[in-house]
Structure formats: structure tokens, C-alpha cells
């Protein structure tokens, strides 16, 4: 049985999930599930992932699992996107740690209002894109020194982090005083082989 990825293209969680099989090789199915009319609702969806989210993928035994961090995790095991040094290995769970914390929640959500439901700046409360604004510079400070986040080498963390990066101006974010992030997200777009 092949793995299937139930998730919503829109959503930079989904892709991680996509861009990892990709990179991996694994193999996989993709199941459009539209967030917007209540995909994730479903009686048949609950019993795959009672949390109602995307990304839920069924593995290829048919077991299923959530949270896109944890599934990259699970797939990349005993691969080189996971470093083999303990402490660079914690420093890329600090990474996806803090990404689903104090990064996607706001970056992600910036975008989620202005570029997917159409609406004006007035929607996102100025905390969302204070945080917002931190969580980019933190990203740019490490990134002035190293080509990836944890070093030198791709890792998950790029991955995790990427996703809602890279369109991050689509919530608003004026990418322009970043010059380091912009250079690793088409870094981080090339090892993937992302295009659009
Ligand atoms: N922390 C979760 C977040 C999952 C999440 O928030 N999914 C959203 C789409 S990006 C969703 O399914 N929303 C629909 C809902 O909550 O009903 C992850 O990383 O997978």
C-alpha cells in the first residue's frame, strides 16, 4: 500500500509532509482535503485523525499519523535530513519546536487571513505581525551565519521552517529587510526542487 497525504495544497504544513516524501523518495498519494468546507469534519476523517486537521497521512502499513513535524520526523528517519550529531539533532528539534510555537503561528496566520480569505490589513491584530516580525528576524540572524539552520548541511528544520517562510509577504510581510532569509529560502526551494 502506498502512503497517502491527506492535506490542503494551500497549506505550508501539507507541503512539508510532500516536499520530504519528495526528497526522500517515498513514494505517496496525495487526497485533496479542502479545509474551507469542512474536509477535516468528516465522520471518516475523525477516525483517521480525531484532532480534524491536515495534515493526516495513512502510512503504507495503514496506520495513520498527524502533525506535520512529527510525520517529516517519522519519514526521515535514519536519513542525512536528520543530523546524526546529538546536539546539531537537538538544535534541529529547537528548530521545528519553535517553529510550530512562535513562527507558524503567526507568519501562517498573517497569510491565512490576507492571502487566503481576501481580507485587508485591518484583519491581522498588530501582536500577530509583531511576532511575526521577531520570528523573521531571529530566522535572519542565524541565517547571516550559517547557509542552513543548522549548519551547513539541509535538515528538517529547513524544511519545517520554509514552508510558511516563503510566503510569508503574502501576510503582509515586507521581506525586503531580509536579505539573508531570501537567499536561503531559494536555497532551501533548490535542494527541495520546488518551482512554484
Ligand atoms: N500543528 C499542526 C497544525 C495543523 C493545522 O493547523 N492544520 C490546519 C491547516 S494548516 C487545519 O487542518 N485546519 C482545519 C481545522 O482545524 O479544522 C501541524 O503542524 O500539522
Request: net charge negative; with cysteine.
Amino acid at each position: 500500500m502506498t502512503m497517502r497525504i491527506y492535506g490542503d495544497s494551500r497549506s505550508g504544513n501539507c507541503l512539508k509532509i510532500k516536499w520530504a516524501a519528495q526528497k526522500l523518495g517515498i513514494p505517496f498519494d496525495w487526497t485533496e482535503v479542502d479545509i474551507g468546507q469542512g474536509g477535516t469534519r468528516t465522520d471518516e476523517f475523525l477516525r483517521m485523525n480525531p484532532a480534524g486537521q491536515v495534515p493526516t497521512v495513512v502510512l503504507d502499513d495503514g496506520r495513520a499519523l498527524a502533525q506535520s513535524n512529527a510525520v517529516i520526523g517519522y519519514l526521515a528517519e535514519g536519513s542525512d535530513l536528520i543530523p546524526a550529531d546529538p546536539y546539531d539533532r537537538a538544535k534541529m528539534h529547537e528548530w521545528m519546536f519553535w517553529e510550530q510555537y512562535s513562527h507558524e503561528p503567526y507568519v501562517a496566520v498573517a497569510r491565512f487571513h490576507r492571502h487566503l480569505m481576501g481580507k485587508g490589513p485591518e484583519s491581522v491584530e498588530p501582536r500577530i505581525m509583531q511576532r511575526g516580525e521577531a520570528a523573521l528576524a531571529r530566522l535572519e540572524l542565524q541565517l547571516k551565519q550559517t547557509p542552513f539552520l543548522v549548519g551547513a548541511a539541509l535538515s528538517l528544520a529547513d524544511i519545517s521552517l520554509v514552508a510558511y517562510t516563503r510566503v510569508a509577504h503574502e501576510g503582509g510581510f515586507d521581506m525586503a529587510p531580509y536579505p539573508a532569509i531570501r537567499a536561503w529560502v531559494a536555497r532551501v526551494e533548490a535542494a527541495l526542487g520546488i518551482t512554484d
